[in-house]
């Protein structure tokens, strides 16, 4: 007769966990702060010199536009959200910004660029809220045109919105049954391969025995598991499989949260180079196009010239007949041949690239085919996130780091900043982020990272 034993901890020990994960987080959250308020005088000085220039009556610009259209945008606490606001308003329309309640606190709606901020319910947690509130707005504002600048969370509850809002205006989006194929990593790789496109051998898992059963050793290259759903911290873990042994394969595959209501995707790890993309389409046509060398955490940007990766994308959208904007990942292997890894169809980050593009506007908005795809313009510069650079010198070691980074400040431009919008940069840094860090502060509640460009806190479980 077997007995079963239960293993607990001691209270006592789980409470000094406890107090100890609190204290962690009063520190980093209060230590951030301070470093935040230290920066504040600068920043704010650097913006008011901006903003005097900017009231200079000859550096003024005015933009009359025959058929001006007022735009939607959501995602306003998102720096892509922001540079489109930017682009459409330098084209003389009017940009409405929204956001869920929670992120009220959007620094970008204080661009000058919006001329009206609206918050609206977590679609997740009340759809028909959601989709109810924008209805509303959409009515309130005359809106011509609905471009969702989605989280990963929204982009398929802006695509349920769709029926709704086409009543009243052109919805800049993909219908529910493509935005769930897309954004289903399994089923995108699926659709590119029937399309006959490249794409790494994958496996939808739904059971960590699945991975724990499969014979690697018929397989000449590793895997990686990924969540199928967006995973904002798991995300970054790329540990290859097999392990070094069965037991420690078994041991991380079980401490993933897979299940059938919670499937992920073993897809095969291809060595090489890993870039980026953001693509506007409208009818199948590529509008707008740019690529970028990629990472796990990418905040930097730089236009790099794919004439295989721009075909891989073209063929996939015409084959679709898509509208919308769509991003895809990349893997260029040794021999030169591209492999998507997966779709995400949203707006990227990338979009940032076209910060002093003139022909953004058309590319979403204009219905004349184009000769070809828009691109970063060759006097662009790489685009960065400064607060992101400056904490990366904590982490130089030599002096080629040190040149490296120096040499990102030089060549580059801050993504948020504009000497013709600086306002923004000040309301991001000084009141969006020290908000969020106040709330967490309040509730002793810890986080990962900060993302200046995405504007939030990364948390475990968190949007």
């Not at 058929?67 to 922001?82: F, N, R």
């Not at 990629?294 to 721009?310: G, L, T, W």
């Not at 260029?332 to 779709?343: L, N």
């Not at 060549?411 to 991001?428: E, W």
């Amino acid at each position: 007769m077997v007995q079963s034993i239960s293993l607990s901890l001691p209270q006592s020990s789980i409470s000094s966990t406890g107090v100890r994960i609190k204290l962690v987080a009063l520190f980093k959250t209060l230590g951030t702060l301070i470093l935040l308020l230290i920066a504040l005088p600068f920043n704010a000085l650097i913006v008011l010199i901006s903003w005097l220039w900017g009231i200079v009556p000859f550096t003024k610009k005015t933009v009359v536009v025959a058929d001006q259209q007022t735009i939607l945008v959501s995602g306003a606490k998102m720096t892509k959200a922001l540079q489109l606001a930017r682009s459409f308003h330098a084209a003389g329309h009017r940009v409405i910004l929204i956001e869920g309640h929670k992120y009220w606190l959007s620094g970008h709606r204080f661009s000058k660029a919006v001329s009206g901020f609206y918050t609206v319910p977590a679609p997740e947690k009340d759809p028909e809220g959601y989709i109810q509130a924008l209805v509303e707005i959409v009515k309130k504002e005359k809106v011509d045109i609905y471009v969702p600048v989605c989280s990963p969370v929204a982009s398929y509850y802006d695509s349920l919105a769709k029926a709704a809002l086409s009543e009243y205006c052109e919805v800049f989006h993909f219908d529910p049954d493509i935005t769930k194929m897309l954004d289903d990593k399994f089923a995108f790789t699926d659709q590119a391969r029937s399309l006959g496109l490249s794409v790494p051998k994958s496996f939808k898992i739904t059971d960590p025995q699945q991975v724990i059963n499969f014979d690697f050793s018929r397989e000449t290259r590793k895997y990686i598991l990924k969540s199928i759903s967006y995973d904002s911290v798991r995300r970054l873990n790329l540990t290859k499989l097999p392990c070094d042994t069965p037991e420690e394969t078994a041991a991380f595959v079980n401490s993933l949260p897979i299940s059938p209501e919670k499937p992920w995707i073993m897809q095969e790890f291809i060595p090489g180079k890993e870039l980026c993309t953001h693509s506007t389409v409208r009818d199948g046509e590529l509008r707008l196009h740019c690529c970028s060398n990629s990472s796990a955490f990418q905040i930097n940007y730089e236009n790099v010239e794919n004439p295989q990766i721009r075909e891989w994308v073209q063929h996939f959208v015409k084959s679709l007949a898509l509208t919308g904007q769509v991003s895809f990942d990349f893997i260029q292997a040794e021999d030169g041949t591209v492999y998507a890894i997966e779709c995400n169809p949203r707006t990227h980050s990338a979009i940032t690239m076209f910060y002093n593009h003139p022909g953004v506007a058309d590319a979403y908005l204009g219905k004349i085919p184009l000769a070809a795809p828009l691109e970063p313009l060759a006097s662009s510069k790489p685009t960065y996130f400064i607060y992101h650079e400056i904490w990366r010198l904590t982490g130089i070691r030599s002096w080629k780091q040190l040149q490296a980074s120096v040499n990102t400040l030089v060549r580059g431009t801050d993504a948020i900043y504009s000497l013709d919008d600086p306002v923004p940069f000040l309301t991001l840094h000084h009141w969006q982020i020290p908000l969020l860090l106040l709330k967490n502060l309040q509730q002793l509640k810890g986080w990962v990272k900060i993302d200046f460009n995405i504007g939030k806190l990364v948390e475990l479980g968190g949007d």
